[in-house]
């Protein structure tokens, strides 16, 4: 099989295309044949070591969320099949044509459905009910999106309205991205070298941290609550956090499956059911072939894009 990896971090100049054994399925893990893979900011960052404990082991394969066909099952696995078409979180990589998925993250496709709206729609879709449960926005209170525009947060603006949040605030890099993010809800968009970006907010989602944090942090209004669920890290002035009654609260699918499952079940059913109605629409902004995984992390360098980036095998 063929899969992409980097022997040191860097660019997207240090990824490789090689041929590898196909992985053995082990305790509780689906073996997918992917049809398509997401590539997320998370992914770039890891390629440069900037990561959680600093990268991915060297050698290493990038990504974190596929879509495919279950060709075997590991032992203990129930409830899967193989010939199931499925998407899932990845815990050891992505970019290759056969991944190993844990199957209590994994879900099944629809009839009907393609891999790409599959990958576009589930992981991105996961992360943003997940936040947006965690930050339970109520009444009158009004919620601030980082990286509006990503894969996670171009749907996390229309889950917003979707719940009735009367305003919805999308941050993003640049004002191009404006018209295509009012075109989903949005009600406010502003750029991250702004100097103000108006009125405070009840709710920050933050899924670029880093530089970043510190400005979502004092966008919120007094006694207001941020859901940081992204890689880029970044400093909580904790003097903020006590003279605003603020709260910051951390985020990891991994966690919010396994301890709210049946809530993850929910909301594997209700992303699916809105995105069939229409009522959610989930952009992709390249598709690009497994090989090119280089030039898909130069549009997420960049941040070029409005919606996913996908990769197929």
Not at 75 to 81: H, Q, R
Not at 151 to 170: E, M, N, S
Request: aromatic fraction near 4%.
């Amino acid at each position: 099989m063929r899969r992409v990896r980097f022997h040191a971090y860097g660019g997207p100049e240090v990824l490789r295309v090689e041929e590898a054994e196909a992985p053995v399925p082990g305790p509780g893990e689906l073996l997918v044949r992917t049809e398509a893979i997401g590539v997320t900011l998370p992914c770039v960052r890891r390629l440069r070591g900037d990561g959680k404990g600093g990268g991915d082991p060297l050698p290493g394969t990038p990504g974190g969320e596929i879509a495919g066909e279950v060709v075997a099952l590991g032992p203990d696995v129930t409830g899967f099949a193989v010939g199931d078409r499925v998407t899932s979180l990845t815990l050891t990589g992505s970019y290759t044509e056969l991944a190993l998925a844990p199957a209590f993250l994994a879900s099944r496709i629809p009839e009907g459905a393609s891999a790409v709206e599959a990958v576009a729609l589930v992981r991105s879709g996961h992360v943003a009910l997940a936040a947006l449960s965690t930050a339970a926005p109520r009444g009158a209170e009004s919620v601030l999106i980082t990286g509006a525009a990503s894969g996670t947060g171009h749907l996390a603006v229309q889950l917003a309205k979707l719940q009735g949040v009367p305003r919805v605030v999308a941050a993003v890099g640049s004002v191009a991205k404006a018209e295509f993010l009012k075109g989903l809800g949005a009600d406010e968009v502003v750029t991250y070298d702004q100097e103000s970006w108006g009125e405070p907010v009840d709710i920050v989602l933050d899924g670029v941290g880093g530089e970043v944090l510190p400005r979502a942090l004092a966008a919120l209004a007094e006694g207001g609550r941020l859901v940081f669920f992204n890689s880029g890290g970044g400093t909580v002035p904790a003097y903020e956090l006590l003279a605003g009654s603020k709260t910051v609260t951390g985020l990891t699918m991994r966690r919010f499956a396994a301890v709210h499952r049946e809530l993850y079940e929910q909301h594997r059913v209700q992303l699916w059911e809105l995105a069939r109605s229409g009522r959610l629409r989930a952009a992709v902004h390249a598709e690009l072939p497994l090989a090119e995984a280089a030039e898909a992390h130069e549009i997420i360098e960049a941040r070029a894009n409005l919606g996913k980036v996908v990769l197929r095998p």
